[in-house]
T-cell receptor, first 115, second 115 residues
Framework: AQTVTQSQPEMSVQEAETVTLSCTYDTSESDYYLFWYKQPPSRQMILVIRQEAYKQQNATENRFSVNFQKAAKSFSLKISDSQLGDAAMYFCAYRSAVLGSRLTFGEGTQLTVNP | DAGVIQSPRHEVTEMGQEVTLRCKPISGHNSLFWYRQTMMRGLELLIYFNNNVPIDDSGMPEDRFSAKMPNASFSTLKIQPSEPRDSAVYFC?????????????FGEGSRLTVL
């Protein structure tokens, strides 16, 4: 079974600075998706960024980018120019590319943004 | 297009009572997922359906929990009888198979408190 590990239960960053959240995963598959979801206090799960495993280029969405290292099974999230609204719980997640498969989450990293 | 709709948003009940949580997935989505979120255990997949058929219910804690998907636009998660340890936020999510991006779309969650 696939597993996702986030080794940083909590992280903090100063407003306008850059922070990187770590994620590793374990799988024997070659085709899959990786995601970062954000969960603010409102508890809504919001997709931040997505990476297809077959793509070598790292995904980028505005201030959010990933460092995808397929061989190392590592998928970190970099948040640049951090804003107060970025404060949330961040979940790394894995999903097989097989149709109708499950999404497996990591334990989450609580990000605090200090003004 | 409306997102995933869950009801109720909040439920407070007494131990031993029956609880029914409801979910309407996004129209056209083939897969539907029920997750439970607690501080201790994080996000756990309880069960998921593909084309209304349960694919994996290995995450259902015990016989007190049951889930149904009678049609493509409706699912229920029932707990009978409820216990205080069932207190959690229950999320429903859906995803399409075609035009697969892998992403799950989440509802706002149902917060259950069992006294």
């Amino acid at each position: 079974a696939q597993t996702v590990t986030q080794s940083q239960p909590e992280m903090s960053v100063q407003e306008a600075e850059t922070v990187t959240l770590s994620c590793t995963y374990d799988t024997s598959e070659s085709d899959y998706y990786l995601f970062w979801y954000k969960q603010p206090p409102s508890r809504q799960m919001i997709l931040v960024i997505r990476q297809e495993a077959y793509k070598q280029q790292n995904a980028t969405e505005n201030r959010f980018s990933v460092n995808f290292q397929k061989a190392a099974k590592s998928f970190s999230l970099k948040i640049s120019d951090s804003q107060l609204g970025d404060a949330a719980m961040y979940f790394c997640a894995y999903r097989s590319a097989v149709l109708g498969s499950r999404l497996t989450f990591g334990e989450g990293t609580q990000l605090t943004v200090n003004p | 297009d409306a997102g995933v709709i869950q009801s109720p948003r909040h439920e407070v009940t007494e131990m031993g009572q029956e609880v029914t949580l409801r979910c309407k997935p996004i129209s056209g989505h083939n897969s539907l997922f029920w997750y439970r979120q607690t501080m201790m255990r994080g996000l756990e997949l309880l069960i998921y359906f593909n084309n209304n058929v349960p694919i994996d219910d290995s995450g259902m804690p015990e016989d007190r929990f049951s889930a149904k998907m009678p049609n493509a636009s409706f699912s229920t998660l029932k707990i009978q009888p409820s216990e205080p340890r069932d207190s959690a936020v229950y999320f429903c999510a859906s995803s399409p198979d075609r035009g697969l991006t892998g992403e799950l779309f989440f509802g706002e969650g149902s917060r259950l408190t069992v006294l």
